[in-house]
């Protein structure tokens, strides 16, 4: 949606919809699934510029880092953010990015489209590990098999492989 912010009065411009965006398209791998997202919101002038407010909600399927199996869950998440004309003087060597920073859109231009913002919210909300339960087994080593349903005969033997060469050489040593 494209919002004209020069043609904003005094009253809020107040909006609800639902998109849906494919799971692919955010770039994130453990991202299995994403469904409609349904966002409301408003913009409203201040004195420095314009605040946008929202909410989005949506579900997600995950794909469990343990034993790839499907994790699903349901997001709630707010938005606020400050909008601010971008400045017409060029930026020239590093900028260093205060804490305030973080909240504030600055935007060249009038239109303010929200389809940008409302796709990196939902980045900024998909966890970079979400277990499918708390105590995930995971998959067997050995044999690959999702130890949540099954079990295995597997002996396994965990060596840290930053001292498989030492255990190597004792191993040669010894013989």
Known sequence: MRIRLDQLGDEPFRWQETRSFPAGSLERAQLLELGNISWEGEVARTTSGF???GLIRY???LECPRCLGRSASEVEAPIELLIQPKSKEPVVGELELEEEDLGVLYLEGEDLETDPILMEQIQLNVPMRQLCREDCAGLCPQCGIDR???SCDCEEEIVDPRWASLARLRDRLEN
């Open 148 to 150: 949540n349903v099954d």
């Open 59 to 61: 579900s997600q399927a």
């Open 51 to 53: 605040v946008l407010t």
